[in-house]
């Protein structure tokens, strides 16, 4: 019976002993008067060093000029194409976009380079030749066999 109690103080000692034991360490500054400068330093300057733009910055010359002789013959710029991407050629690509109900704010829009014929070019893709880069059919132009199968794994009855 004693030897029980005993284990049962020990437990019960341990128990409150070792939440204190693994609580986490508040950082307190020093009473000594110095200040850490030196850790707020080094702090600061691995936040800079991990900073960096992403993504595209600018606008290639090349591109540009093929963007600009696009819109010159969209007629939404009368300029000459010169490979700057200037105030002029922001604001006709805008003004395209807008025209197209896309959005404005980020230039320019994928949508917009692929409209002007600027897309992506599969001419050199391994299956350029055997590839088929059509889009695929409407709804409206798949035969009746295809669609009623369709419809009698959905359930619909025609």
Known sequence: MISSRVGLAILITAALVAPHAYASHVHRSPTSGQSSSTHKLSQSRHHSAARHARGQQAIDPERATQIQQALIREHYLTSDANGKWDSTT???????????GW????????????????????STAINAKTGNFVPPTS???TPAAHSSG???????KE
């Open 103 to 122: 959005q404005t704010k980020l230039m320019p829009d994928s949508r917009a380079i692929k409209k002007l014929g600027l897309g992506p070019d599969y």
């Open 90 to 100: 922001q604001a006709a690509m805008q003004k395209y976009q807008a025209d197209n």
């Open 150 to 156: 369709f419809a009698a794994a959905s359930g619909v």
């Open 139 to 141: 709804a409206s132009n």
